[in-house]
């Protein structure tokens, strides 16, 4: 039994005049089974998130392992529900439910089948979205990324590490999957003290195949491409943005492998200019248009230098770096870095230009973000006006009491006439 869980039995001695006589045994209720930590006052738990850190721990009961389900309770001792265990971790829980769970075969299947059920009755295409985005589908440490009839795994957390083949039997239930690719190279996973790995855990791997999103075919690798094949967090913006690019001379700077060119292209661009640092996402950007049937121009450069160097001017820019921060302590070095990329660019822009820009830190908020950007116009004597904002697509669900669910943020912004 992993983590207490299941109905053990306790086998007590019934005495008849001071002597043993018979072993009977009793079960004993699931929630006396199970290890667990008593939350201190004030916790973050008590306002409806779902993490306990080191420091909200009073005191922990029943001796669990690393990668237990345990149960959590108050200062009064009044229950909390149940979560995953990991000590060497930063966050030492995770709750699960507000009631008492097991990780069995049925609470997986009915948590994903849970999650499939919101991405059918939202506008997403069922063939190209993220199935399970872990806190935010109440599975922490579990990503499904579903690219036509082949899944992409991602397990983040040691409990569901633990756990990964029960996961992947509740997949092929309830999608009958070509194949099944756990792409565990996540940065996340050391956090969690877990080694990574790529393997198969269903079917054979996938020779390289493509899909299709609004018109823009992408090439997707789930054993070897980047991430789990595309950010699906964004590929709504891509339409969005391209809706401003008819009969304009394009910047896609951080291209990764296409998505906003392609967008732009088909919208009917002038031309556009994809530029990135890695030889691998202009590469494929390059492969990405020639499967639409569009041509864009790439370039393998570091961003900053790019912008710093190049003397073209353009119509329409769009930044959408990685994550320049991944926790508070350098908050203020990802500050100065987009600040950086924004004044470069504003000055690259035309008359009556637009920037559409993006950050995908948590830890930069949408206020501070802007405020970035305003102070980077400041310097680069430019006025903007908003005329679209973004957030991350409904497949990654923002849940109201964990801020951290909610992390993409993008502006489109206008040169206004100087005063």
């Not at 809706?243 to 906003?260: I, P, R, Y």
Request: aromatic residues 6%.
């Amino acid at each position: 039994m992993v983590g207490g869980e299941g109905l053990g039995r306790e086998t007590p001695m019934i005495k008849r005049k001071g002597r043993a006589v018979l072993d009977i045994p009793i079960p004993l209720p699931f929630s006396l089974l199970m290890a667990g930590l008593i939350i201190k006052p004030r916790a973050r738990i008590f306002h409806g998130h779902e993490w306990v850190y080191a420091s909200d721990i009073q005191k922990t009961f029943g001796n669990p392992l690393p990668g237990d389900l345990i149960t959590l309770k108050d200062f009064k001792d009044r229950p909390l529900g149940c979560g995953i265990y990991n000590p060497n971790s930063q966050i030492v829980a995770r709750r699960i439910s507000r009631r008492l769970q097991k990780l069995d075969q049925e609470f997986f299947t009915r948590r994903i089948g849970q999650a499939i059920a919101y991405r059918q009755k939202i506008n997403i295409d069922p063939e190209l979205c993220r199935l399970v985005w872990s806190e935010s589908d109440g599975l922490p440490g579990i990503i499904v990324d579903k690219y036509g009839d082949h899944l992409v795994l991602q397990t983040t957390t040691l409990a569901m590490d633990q756990r990964k083949e029960l996961i992947s039997k509740a997949l092929i239930d309830l999608c009958n999957p070509a194949s099944i690719t756990l792409r565990n190279d996540s940065s996340m996973r050391k956090a969690e003290g877990l080694e990574n790995e790529i393997k198969m855990l269903h079917g054979s791997q996938p020779e390289p195949f493509t899909v299709e999103h609004q018109g823009s075919i992408f090439e997707i690798d789930p054993a070897n491409g980047q991430k789990t094949g595309l950010f699906l967090d964004i590929m709504d913006s891509y339409d969005r943005v391209a809706q401003l690019a008819k009969g304009k001379k394009v910047l896609d700077v951080f291209c990764n492998q296409g998505g906003f060119g392609l967008a732009c292209m088909k919208a009917g661009a002038k031309s556009v200019l994809a530029v990135d640092i890695s030889e691998e996402a202009t590469a494929a950007t390059k492969r990405n248009a020639a499967l639409t049937g569009v041509e864009i121009e790439t370039v393998t450069s570091n961003a900053f230098d790019f912008l710093r160097r190049h003397e073209e001017t353009y119509d329409l820019i769009i930044l959408d770096p990685p994550s320049f921060t991944r926790n508070k302590k350098t908050v203020k070095d990802a500050m100065r870095g987009y600040k950086e990329i924004h004044l470069r660019a504003l000055k690259m822009l035309n008359h009556d230009g637009q920037v559409a820009t993006f950050c995908c830190s948590h830890h930069a908020s949408r206020e501070l973000f802007l405020e970035t950007i305003q102070r980077a116009a400041i310097d680069g004597k430019r006025t903007l006006r908003t005329i679209q904002s973004h957030s991350q697509r409904l497949d990654h669900p923002i849940i109201t009491t964990i801020p951290e669910t909610e992390y993409l943020k993008g502006f489109v912004l206008e040169l206004a006439p100087n005063r």
